[in-house]
């Protein structure tokens, strides 16, 4: 796919070629002054009258009608030097992305050192550049028939003065990162009735022949000899078998020090007895996004090959209605030994995660990290472009943030207090109630899962604003959006994996 070259970007013959503008150039100067002259200097007119420009975002294509052997040459306005970041770049060559995949273009090439300014290295450039084209440029296939033939991309051309080793390494990390987002969003896009908790079974043991990693998937007899109450209660309703399923990746020769993934699988959400709406039962096949975004990660892991050690652990079973479904009222006995009064069957993703957590404690896991589409209060509270965040510890805490800064995943800490904990410890028949009423939603999903991580250090993320989005936008359609792949991913790779 990708091609490193120390090479003159502007003498070979290129489909397409993408360039940065950082600051509003008067003329063209330095590399950009050859090809600027191969135009006779009409480059630099077009910058003056504002057909290229350097601002934020700003998109220009450029025919080179045989001026060079490039035939087009798209311009991405990066703006100001000094204000580009991370986050800017990955947006800014997104749309970029987007433009050249609007172009029908079977290769295009990059001139990588006109993306280094400010605190942007040449490695983080790179690696920034793959990201987002990958990011940029999915599409879920869908299920319609269609007698276009999809153009695929099978060549990109990176020219560069630096090192070129450094920067295939650079590229290929950008490259697994938004692979590993683009694989979460098939897997929360499909449908429930084609991915059933056997599916996502499956998918895992499929990753983990494939990339080399052990995995151990648990099925009904074995979960019900384990004595997981509250994930099977979830399960009670469904025609489909549940699976816990385990991934570990053993990157130290020793398994101590263990970061711990869990992620809620719910393949389709009725809400069982509490039923949804009608309005909001659709769009529940998403209901497994935390899930994707471990499994994404897992796969940016296993094939990064950093010296850690991970686990994940993933419940997989939908929440559905039959004679047999769990009830309001219900008393269920969870892995750990503490009961639980049921008093909202649709908040059955604290109740899955419950054992989830203590599973991955029995295999070692000494820092946990869940994920779930957990509750509408987060949007309430947060929006639809936040990650909610709940933690019983705040150095690991800031790890986790430290991660999502470096991805662009935005997190926001909520509050999580004694009282918190002595609400959802408020069941007059057992040790924990699953819902202690709308005050404070978000929190007390939160604060229930933290009743079972005890004093391990912990972080939750709700994701329920933030797995999907309903608009397009510059790394991505509308749809899934793999959020939390690559905080999590980050946070057990580290920034510079190639080092």
Not at 50 to 58: F, H, L, N, R, V
Not at 158 to 185: C, L, M, P
Not at 319 to 325: G, L, Q, S, V, W
Request: proline fraction near 4%.
């Amino acid at each position: 796919m990708f091609h490193i070259s120390n090479g003159n970007p502007y003498e070979s013959e290129q489909e397409c070629m993408l360039i940065g503008l950082i600051d509003q150039p008067e003329k063209f100067s330095g590399g950009l002054q050859q090809l600027d002259d191969a135009f006779k200097g009409n480059l630099t007119k077009l910058v003056k009258t504002g057909d290229i420009s350097a601002k934020y975002k700003s998109v220009s294509v450029i025919h080179s009608l045989g001026n060079t052997p490039i035939k087009r040459f798209i311009f991405i306005g990066l703006g100001r030097s000094k204000e580009l970041t991370d986050e800017r770049l990955r947006e800014a060559v997104g749309k970029a992305s987007k433009k050249i995949k609007d172009l029908r273009t079977g290769s295009f090439s990059i001139v990588l050192d006109t993306f280094i300014a400010g605190k942007i290295s040449a490695e983080k450039a790179a690696w920034t550049l793959s990201e987002a084209f990958i990011m940029a440029s999915y599409e879920f296939p869908g299920y319609k028939k269609s007698n276009e033939p999809d153009i695929i991309i099978n060549k990109i051309t990176v020219f560069t003065n630096q090192d070129k080793k450094t920067i295939e390494s650079a590229v290929e990390t950008g490259w697994i990162f938004g692979t590993g987002v683009n694989n979460a969003r098939t897997l929360v896009n499909t449908p429930s009735n084609l991915l059933r908790p056997s599916s996502m079974a499956a998918y895992a043991a499929e990753m983990a022949d494939e990339y080399g990693i052990e995995i151990e998937l648990l099925e009904k007899e074995e979960i019900e000899k384990l004595g997981m109450g509250a994930f099977l209660a979830v399960n009670q309703g469904s025609g489909e078998p549940p699976y816990m399923i385990v991934l570990k990746y053993q990157g130290k020769e020793e398994w101590a020090d263990v970061l711990g993934l869990v992620g809620k699988g719910i393949t389709f959400d009725t809400g069982g007895y509490s039923i949804k709406p009608k309005d909001g039962i659709v769009g529940m096949k998403t209901d497994m996004g935390g899930a994707a975004a471990v499994l994404g990660a897992m796969e940016v892991i296993a094939r990064l090959r950093p010296d850690r050690n991970v686990v994940a652990v993933i419940p997989a079973t939908d929440n559905m209605i039959n004679e047999k479904a769990f009830k309001p009222d219900d008393v269920i006995t969870s892995m750990n030994g503490k009961t639980i009064e049921v008093l909202n069957t649709d908040a059955e993703g604290r109740l899955v995660l419950a054992d989830a957590i203590t599973y991955a404690k029995m295999h070692g896991a000494d820092r946990l990290v869940d994920v779930a589409t957990l509750t509408g209060g987060v949007i309430i509270a947060l929006g639809l472009d936040k990650t909610g965040a709940i933690t019983n510890n705040d150095d690991f805490y800031n790890q986790v943030k430290e991660a999502s800064k470096k991805t662009g995943e935005f997190i926001w800490r909520l509050p999580y207090t004694e009282n918190d904990r002595e609400r959802v410890r408020s069941s007059k028949i057992a040790d924990l109630n699953n819902s202690p009423g709308r005050e404070g939603h978000a929190i007390m999903g939160g604060a229930f899962i933290g009743e079972f991580v005890e004093n391990t250090p912990w972080v939750h993320l709700d994701i329920a604003g933030t797995a999907t989005t309903d608009k397009e936008y510059e790394l991505g359609p509308s749809g899934a959006t793999g959020v939390m792949v690559r905080t999590l991913a980050m946070l057990a790779v580290g920034e510079k994996p190639w080092e």
